[in-house]
Every structure is written in structure tokens, then in C-alpha cells.
């Protein structure tokens, strides 16, 4: 006898029933919410950041991973936060290691900046006394 294997019990339930009915179950529709993106700690302690300038009137909001700009070799890039202050937008990017990865990101970062000079383009490092800014575009 083969067993079959189902990811959860209403999958189960819906075959189960076609067999002793002969008639197909209406499938449920598929969503269209996209999962939250998931954060690292750094990126979580710098909303927390973010958050208290809030308090203090220092941010007016801030965005993560809202907004997505297409590069000059046909790759997007999406700064990590967009952040709104009294004096203006800016897009942010946060440095973590020295990975492949991360370089990778900051290529794109700096790449963007460059490409569009209409915007305020900050990479943020975290520091002992909390974040501060190692370089800036804009």
C-alpha cells in the first residue's frame, strides 16, 4: 500500500473527500499578501533606532525595503530603509560585514546613488554609541 504524504490535514481532508464523493472540492484561493520581508538584528536594532528618533522628533517615518530603483546594468536595488526626516528623504543602507554579499550591496548603493542624484543616499555603520554615517550621497 503507498502512503501518501501531505503538507497539512485540509489537504488531507480535500482528497479524502474527493474519493468517497467523486467530486472535486473547490480549491481555496491562493493569496496575494507577500510574506514581510525578514529582518537581521542589525537591521531590527537600527527600526529601533529609527523608532526612537521618532519619539524625539528627529524622523518624521521611515520605510523598510519600500521602494526598489533599476540599475544601469538591468539589476534592481532596494535600500534596506527610506527614511523621512523634517528636512528631507533618505535612502539607507546598512553595513554589516565584510562578506561578498554585503559588498555586493554596497556596490549596488553606491551605483544608485550615482544614478539617481535627485536623492540623499546615507551608508550607516553601527557603532559602540549607536549608528552613524560612513558615507553619503546627496
Known amino acids: 500500500m503507498t502512503t ?57 517615518e521611515y520605510l523598510y525595503k519600500s521602494v526598489t530603483f533599476p540599475l544601469d546594468n538591468g539589476a534592481p536595488y532596494t535600500p534596506r530603509y527610506l527614511v523621512v526626516f523634517p528636512d528631507g ?9 565584510t562578506t561578498d554579499s554585503h559588498r555586493m550591496h554596497v556596490q549596488a548603493w553606491r551605483r544608485a546613488a550615482g544614478l539617481y542624484p535627485g536623492h540623499s543616499w546615507d551608508l550607516i555603520a553601527r557603532t559602540a554609541q549607536g549608528f552613524e554615517v560612513v558615507e553619503s550621497y546627496g
Do not use: D, M, W
Open 4 to 60: 501518501l504524504r501531505f503538507k497539512n490535514q485540509r489537504a488531507f481532508e480535500q482528497v479524502v473527500s474527493r474519493k468517497k464523493t467523486g467530486k472535486k472540492q473547490e480549491q481555496p484561493k491562493p493569496t496575494t499578501t507577500p510574506a514581510a520581508p525578514r529582518k537581521t538584528a542589525l537591521e531590527i536594532a537600527y527600526a529601533a533606532h529609527l523608532s526612537q528618533g521618532i519619539e524625539q522628533g528627529k524622523v518624521i
Open 89 to 97: 528623504v533618505v535612502c539607507v543602507e546598512l553595513v554589516e560585514k
